[in-house]
């Protein structure tokens, strides 16, 4: 069995066990046809059966045997994988999206105002716009990767030098 990665488990949504997932946009129209997931727990991927899915702002899965905020907290932040045989395309035929800064991955992110703010662990694309992930102090942080934001990046030192929001690291 191969699987495929699509995204990442979020933070649990609500008491009932739901977790709140990012997937890439090319996967959004298949969620609903998913009957399991597989979630990376220490080195190997667990499957979990599909109970229901809910869309909001992100999707939102509810999985068998994930039936409290504490349990959907143990599987959150988590690689999210499929069956490569449950998607209705081959993804290793569908060409790059050419994430246009995709290549700050493992670059430092520096803000003009606090400093250092973290490591890009993963570039995701929304429709909108490209956001950087940070891990900090066990949670994940989006940043927007928006020219407005962005000051200069130095590909030699690997760092991004920024001017964001106020309040942006705290959410």
Not at 78 to 101: G, T
């Amino acid at each position: 069995m191969e699987l495929f990665k699509i995204g990442k488990t979020q933070k649990p949504h609500g008491l009932t066990g739901e977790i709140r997932v990012v997937v890439e946009d090319i996967f959004l129209d298949e969620l609903s046809s998913f009957e399991v997931l597989f979630i990376k727990v220490g080195a190997k991927p667990i499957p979990y059966f599909v109970e229901s899915l809910t869309f909001g702002n992100l999707p939102n899965f509810k999985l068998e045997d994930v039936n409290t905020r504490e349990d959907a907290r143990k599987i959150g932040s988590k690689d999210l994988f499929v069956r490569k045989s449950d998607l209705s395309f081959d993804p290793d035929q569908v060409e790059d999206n050419d994430l246009h800064y995709g290549f700050l991955k493992g670059f430092e992110i520096n803000d003009k105002s606090i400093g250092k703010v973290g490591t890009i662990v993963e570039i995701l694309e929304f429709p909108q716009q490209e956001m950087a992930v940070i891990e900090l102090e066990d949670k994940e942080i989006f940043i927007p990767l928006n020219d407005s934001f962005i000051l200069s990046i130095d590909e030699v030192k690997k760092l991004v030098l920024m001017e964001l929001p106020e309040g942006i690291v705290e959410l």
